[in-house]
């Protein structure tokens, strides 16, 4: 069934394949189909889950309690629930940081995290003022605030449809996960990164304009096994404008993995 009820919040999932699992999260406001390329490309051969977590796509909104700590009992629980046994957690944007804080509370059940274009210490050290304008604008005028924002995410060589396409999903979400912003006004994960026991694979998109670059290579750097790779002519969507960089990238993360696990056995 696509529908899993966990911590009492319907989640719509896909789960498509067989082998090592990999579990896809998406960032704010859009949905699983964020990864549809991912999917197409890992599924042959790894069992790949995407979620629609709280408050997004087909999920449920609940209209309060959308938090980092309530996502990542979800991703927890989801684990759990589906059998996962230590997947491999790939997160665009927020869904980076519901990847590692899922991977620094929890590593016993995660294998590694690949982190694409994460904000990082970013919304508390250089946006935390641009964010607060923000929130008032979508409570203001959402659909405009929304417009006008979203085609920065990309690069100017993404396809107008997908532009649109995720607006779409990101109105069709609704103010149910304005209180993530709130929250990340003062999250910084820089002094937690030190002591993460999983290999982080940071991936980050050249003409990334939300994000600076230099978020990604300061975490990779801090984490005891972290990994810095640029995705070139991509933007804040990585995934969906390099599709093809980015497989590869969570694959050799998948490589090495399986091979770290042939060491230890």
Known sequence: MPYVTVNGIKLF???????TPVLFLHGWGTSGRVWDAQVADLAPDHRVVTV???GCGRSEHPPTGNTTRTNVEDILALIAHLGLEKPLLVGSSLGATFALETALRAPEHVAGVVSISG??????????????????SLATNRAATV??????????AAPVDLVRQTVRQI??????????????????????????PVPVAYLHGSHDTE???????TLAA????????????A?????????????????????????EALHQA
Not at 13 to 19: L, Q, R, S
Not at 211 to 217: F, K, Y
Not at 222 to 232: D, N, Q, S
């Open 171 to 196: 109105l069709d979400s609704g103010h149910f996960i304005d209180e993530l912003f709130t929250e990340a006004v003062s999250h910084d994960p820089r002094e937690a990164v030190t002591g993460i």
């Open 222 to 233: 801090l984490t005891p096994y972290g990994t810095f790779h640029v995705i070139e002519q």
């Open 52 to 54: 629609d977590c709280r």
């Open 147 to 156: 417009a006008d924002w979203v085609p920065k995410w990309f690069g100017s």
């Open 119 to 136: 904000p990082g210490y970013w919304p508390s050290q250089g946006m935390a003022g641009a964010l607060r304008s923000l929130i008032s």
């Open 211 to 217: 994000i600076p670059l230099e978020v990604s290579r």
């Open 13 to 19: 999932h896909t789960d498509t394949g067989t082998g």
């Open 235 to 259: 933007g804040h969507m990585a995934h969906q404008e390099q599709p093809a960089a980015v497989n590869s990238l969570v694959r050799a993360a998948l490589d090495s993995l399986a091979t």
